[in-house]
Every structure is written in structure tokens, then in C-alpha cells.
């Protein structure tokens, strides 16, 4: 079993910097990648990306490259997503998630970070 | 954008069976497995299917999966009031390289 926790809901000005955290803990192939979704209000959910935890390599979805950065730090297993400057736009909640036993399946979820930016 | 196409709604009474689609391209459905996501109200997604059709422990037999070629479909059959919720396909891209999901479909029990 793998858990995924998140951390709180933000509300921020449009170009604010924010950082958000996803804290892995559980079995070992969790350890491989995590990835991140964005869920708009009233919209589908949406893949942004994910990184390897061995060694920090990145894959962006191409709509997400250049807006967001996710890094990692393996000294407490945390990955972050992290905006340099915030868009109203931006507004939604964002969820971690991993595999499981197979490796092009999102098993587990996180809580889901809502983030709010006001312009 | 969403790179599955999902219809928006589908509704049922309780103990029907309603069936939700999804149509990709040969980039994704047509190369790789599909999973199925039940998300209700509030809460984050949640692995219904895998691998075309498989049950995680504890999803009901009510709910069944299935694939071919470039296009997948999920049952729920004996319908319930619990399952009313957002469903959601999603699978791998080789274009992309990355993962895809559909456009989400809105099951209501009438």
C-alpha cells in the first residue's frame, strides 16, 4: 500500500511564487515516479507530468512545460510542484499520484491541494 | 485538452445497466492497456479498472471493463445510488509520452 499526503489548501495573488508538497510513504515501487493531475472547477482531469525519484528526471506534458517545476527530495521521500509566478488561471486542486504493480497504471492518489489565485 | 473522448452524461435507474465509452487514437488506446477512475464529490480519483478489465480488491463485480482497438467501455450493472459519480478513462501515449485522460463522464441515478 502507498500513501500520498498532500500539503493544505493555498490562496494566493496572481504572480505570487507557491510551492506544494506531496509526502510518499508505503511500498518500495512508489519510489519510482510520481506524477501530477490538475482538476479545474468543472472541467476533466488533466496530466502534468511526473518525476522519477531515483534522479529527479522530469517529463512534462506539453501543456505544463515552462509553467510549472516539479523537483524532489529523496532525504523525506517529497515531491514538490512549484509556480514561479501564479496565473488566476492556475486556480485549482492538484493531485500527487504513483503507480502501483504495473508501471502505466495510477494506482494511488493523494488528497488533492486546492489553490486558489486571485487576480 | 483531453486526448480521450468520453460522452458527457449518462444516467440510470437503480439496478440498470449503463455503459460509458471512450475513443482514442492509435498513439494510445490502440497501444496501450486502459484504466478506469471513479471520482466522487469531493474526493480524489480512485482506480475502478486496470489493464482493460481487471478489479482492484474491494471494486464490486458490478462494475466490468473492456477494450478493442482504439476504443474501450466501462458497464456498471445492478446500478446504485453510491455510484453516482465523475468516470474517467485514461491510458498511455506514445505521442505524448505521457498519460491521457478522457473527458469525463457525469453517471447520475435517477
Known amino acids: 500500500e502507498v500513501q500520498l499526503v498532500q500539503s493544505g489548501a493555498e490562496v494566493k495573488q496572481s504572480g505570487e511564487s507557491l510551492k506544494i508538497s506531496c509526502k510518499v510513504s508505503?511500498?518500495?515501487?512508489?519510489?519510482?515516479?510520481i506524477g501530477w493531475v490538475r482538476h479545474m472547477p468543472g472541467k476533466g482531469l488533466e496530466w502534468m507530468g511526473l518525476?522519477?525519484?531515483?534522479?529527479?528526471?522530469?517529463r512534462y506534458s506539453p501543456s505544463f512545460q515552462g509553467q510549472v517545476t516539479m523537483s524532489a527530495d529523496r532525504s523525506s521521500d517529497t515531491v514538490f510542484l512549484h509556480w514561479s509566478s501564479l496565473k488566476a488561471s492556475d486556480t485549482a486542486i492538484y493531485y500527487c499520484a504513483t503507480r502501483g504493480n504495473h508501471d502505466r497504471v495510477i494506482a494511488f492518489w493523494g488528497q488533492g491541494t486546492l489553490v486558489t489565485v486571485s487576480s | 485538452q483531453s486526448v480521450l473522448t468520453q460522452p458527457p452524461s449518462t444516467s440510470g435507474t437503480p439496478g440498470q445497466t449503463v455503459a460509458i465509452s471512450c475513443s482514442g487514437t492509435?498513439?494510445?488506446?490502440?497501444?496501450?492497456?486502459v484504466n478506469w477512475y471513479q471520482q466522487l464529490p469531493g474526493t480524489a480519483p480512485k482506480l475502478l479498472i486496470y489493464s482493460n478489465a481487471v478489479r482492484p480488491s474491494g471494486v464490486p463485480e458490478r462494475f466490468s471493463g473492456s477494450k478493442s482497438g482504439t476504443a474501450a467501455s466501462l458497464a456498471i450493472s445492478g446500478l446504485r445510488s453510491e455510484d453516482e459519480a465523475d468516470y474517467y478513462c485514461a491510458t498511455w501515449d506514445d505521442t505524448l509520452n505521457g498519460f491521457v485522460f478522457g473527458t469525463g463522464t457525469v453517471v447520475t441515478v435517477l
Open positions: 508505503g511500498d518500495t515501487f512508489a519510489y519510482s515516479w
Open positions: 492509435q498513439s494510445n488506446l490502440g497501444s496501450h492497456t
Open positions: 518525476i522519477y525519484l531515483g534522479d529527479s528526471d522530469t
